[in-house]
């Protein structure tokens, strides 16, 4: 960064952060929120998925289902590891929160986050079985392909690199969803896989965050964000719908 310009100047302009001694406070938190937020949804994720495993039909779901888990606490310390570069208790982190709790499946908890980490609301709600866990994973692995894709351009660059390794992995997430949904509705279970469809739409969409958030603007200068929350969604609407109507199920209202 050059010596005469601001911090907020040299984001805006497109600048880079390669490590986190060059970092405001505001920054410093801001990335540690951003940080946090994916490391707890993805622990709290593969915690709730590791309880459907042996609820697979067949050893080869048991093998995908397992591998997912196993990434996805992966990729939370991938995120983990550079979060203890700005000063977190990384040893004692994953043990830390209890990432299988969960609220009950009619709780209305909004996008608001639980009080002891800071996982996605949508975390919050239990799998219901293996046909409810299948159609969970697809909506939110094509929600996480989107964020990820806002995320891959971040300022804070090992945090950015980190979210183009990551990417290409929850991607085929959800792809194996994508193909367990087909294998379901061919087997009979169009009307359970719609029925979690109802349930989980709503649930996911609302993992976007709230429209016209007023903190989308302090990211966005600070080169965090670039889209806005209501584009984000609209953009999983439109991929998601897609993808849905191809399986012959539909949105619900």
Not at 113 to 122: C, G, I, K, N, P
Not at 190 to 202: F, G, H, I, L
Request: hydrophobic share 40%; no cysteine.
């Amino acid at each position: 960064m050059p010596s005469d310009m601001t911090l907020e100047d040299y984001l805006a302009q497109g600048g880079v952060l390669t490590s986190p001694d060059n970092a405001s406070p505001r920054y410093r938190a801001e990335v540690m929120r951003l940080m946090a937020s994916f490391v707890d949804s993805e622990l709290a994720g593969a915690a709730g998925f590791a309880d459907i495993i042996n609820d697979a039909p067949g050893v080869t779901e048991r093998i995908a289902a397992a591998r997912i888990v196993l990434e996805k606490n992966d990729h939370a310390g991938q995120v983990l590891k550079l979060m203890g570069e700005f000063g977190a208790n990384t040893d004692r982190y994953a043990n830390h929160h209890p990432w299988t709790d969960r609220l009950p499946r009619d709780a209305d908890v909004g996008t608001d986050r639980t009080t002891s980490d800071m996982r996605l609301a949508v975390f919050n709600y239990p799998l219901d079985g293996w046909v409810d866990a299948v159609v969970m994973n697809l909506l939110m692995g094509r929600a996480v392909g989107v964020q990820l894709g806002e995320y891959t351009h971040i300022s804070y660059q090992p945090l950015a690199e980190a979210f183009r390794r990551i990417g290409p992995v929850e991607t085929r997430h959800a792809e194996l969803a994508d193909e367990g949904v087909a294998d379901l509705i061919a087997k009979g279970e169009q009307k359970a896989v719609q029925a979690s469809v109802d349930y989980w739409w709503p649930r996911v969409a609302q993992s976007f965050g709230s429209k016209g958030s007023k903190r989308t603007e302090t990211l966005r200068s600070l080169g965090l964000r670039k889209s806005d929350n209501a584009d984000l969604q609209a953009q999983w609407e439109s991929e998601t719908s897609e993808l849905l109507d191809g399986h012959g199920l539909r949105v619900p209202a």
